[in-house]
Nanobody, 122 residues
Framework: QVQLVESGGGLVQAGGSLMLSCADSGRTLSIYSVGWFRQAPGQEREFVAAVTWKPVAYADSVKDRFIISRDNVKNMVYLQMNSLKPEDTGIYYC?????????????????WGQGTQVTVSS
């Protein structure tokens, strides 16, 4: 059973950094592809980044600022967010998918966490 828990969100000024973590209490995350998504108020949940055994995709809006990584020994996935902008504000979710589907699509993910709030002030 995969149970995802995100942490590391908070309030940061524009230009600052945050590192989000995604943990799996079931300790099986290493066998899944993992994605990060975010949802701003009134907007749809959008893709941010995804990783299989290596980082495979980033949204254009975060490319060169965000880095996704994973530690399979610890069953953790991370999202390092640098040069944050007010438009990065939202609830960030991690999600796990079996296999190697089209990881930019929300519908391919089997498990979702509850999310962690990121607020970037200008």
């Amino acid at each position: 059973q995969v149970q995802l828990v995100e942490s590391g969100g908070g309030l940061v000024q524009a230009g600052g950094s945050l590192m989000l973590s995604c943990a799996d209490s079931g300790r099986t995350l290493s066998i899944y592809s993992v994605g990060w998504f975010r949802q701003a108020p009134g907007q749809e949940r959008e893709f941010v980044a995804a990783v299989t055994w290596k980082p495979v995709a980033y949204a254009d809006s975060v490319k060169d600022r965000f880095i996704i990584s994973r530690d399979n020994v610890k069953n953790m996935v991370y999202l390092q967010m640098n040069s944050l902008k007010p438009e990065d504000t939202g609830i960030y979710y991690c999600a796990a998918a079996r296999g190697l589907p089209e990881l930019r699509q929300r519908g391919v993910y089997d498990y979702w966490g509850q999310g962690t709030q990121v607020t970037v002030s200008s």
